[in-house]
């Protein structure tokens, strides 16, 4: 996208609890939508790491909650859509802009196609080649039935590397604001995510996890495939600030919360993401 003369904030937040993240993102798209901030990337990590879940999976059959617990994992419910992902070693960023906004198209998939171009730089400058999966043709037969996982296939213009999901992504509009937030893996750990789904048996699970293996990737499994060394947060948060700058044709300056912002976030913990009644709703 051709750089225009717009300034968006851009937000390192470092490492948060599941409830504070997904707070957070919904602060920021409340005061987004209410013209109180601009247009916002952020970028932030997760601790303890964390399981989270499209907002319509049914936890308590889709997810071993005692498992999850047991491992010290933390888990919170989404505002948007898709299956359930772990979040670990892995770069999340959040994108957040009215849905009034000039560049911000009607169509879902289309808004996906404009906000992921960036993430397309973002791994090119990390040396891989990503592009864009559509599922109106052979991508579309990459979805393996009966996984709760998210990253077992791409959906409509999510990013891939040499045919495998190297990041997923979901969306809302709400509050007057789309959002838009996904998971950039850096390392993946099958084995962790696959304990803590429920299957009914240990032979489909490993069916599954086979499958998903075949079909996601990560930054440092490309790398390694391309004898480059790997690569950590900074230097990923680097690239995909770089290639959001040039994705979205926009300057990115780095500021913080707003006071209002981390009010309404703490808030929406305390009211939503911190409970049961939230998160097991379903």
Not at 186 to 208: I, W
Not at 209 to 216: L, N, P, T
Request: aromatic share 8%; net charge negative; with cysteine.
């Amino acid at each position: 996208m051709e750089q225009t003369n717009r300034t968006w904030r851009f937000i390192r937040s470092g490492l948060g609890s599941p409830e504070w993240n997904m707070a957070v993102d919904e602060a920021i798209a409340i005061h987004v939508g209410e013209g109180k901030s601009e247009p916002t990337v952020r970028f932030y990590g997760w601790n303890p790491p964390s399981l989270s879940i499209g907002y319509f999976q049914q936890a308590e059959r889709e997810i071993d909650l005692e498992e999850v617990a047991r491992r010290g994992i933390g888990f919170v419910r989404r505002p948007t859509g898709g299956r359930a992902v772990l979040h670990d070693r892995e770069l999340t960023y959040s994108i957040v802009v009215s849905e009034y906004d000039p560049m911000v198209p009607a169509s879902v998939t289309e808004a996906y196609r404009v906000l992921s171009v960036g993430l397309v730089y973002g791994f090119r400058r990390l040396g891989l080649e990503a592009g864009m999966a559509r599922l109106d043709g052979e991508d579309s037969k990459m979805a393996t039935p009966g996984s709760a996982a998210c990253f077992d296939s791409p959906s409509w213009y999510e990013l891939v590397v040499e045919g495998r999901k190297a990041a997923g992504s979901a969306q809302v509009r709400y509050h007057g604001a789309l959002l838009q937030h996904g998971s950039i893996l850096l390392d993946l750990d099958a084995d962790l995510l696959f304990t803590l789904l429920k299957v009914p048996n240990e032979r489909l699970r490993e069916k599954l996890k086979a499958g998903f293996i075949r079909k996601a990737v990560a930054i440092n499994d490309c790398l390694r495939d391309l004898e480059k060394p790997p690569v950590g947060s900074k230097e990923a948060e680097e690239a995909f600030r770089l290639g959001l700058e040039e994705g979205l044709g926009v300057r990115l300056v780095e500021q913080s919360l707003t006071e209002g912002e981390v009010a309404l976030a703490r808030q929406l913990v305390a009211e939503k993401y911190g409970t049961k009644e939230w998160n097991l709703r379903r």
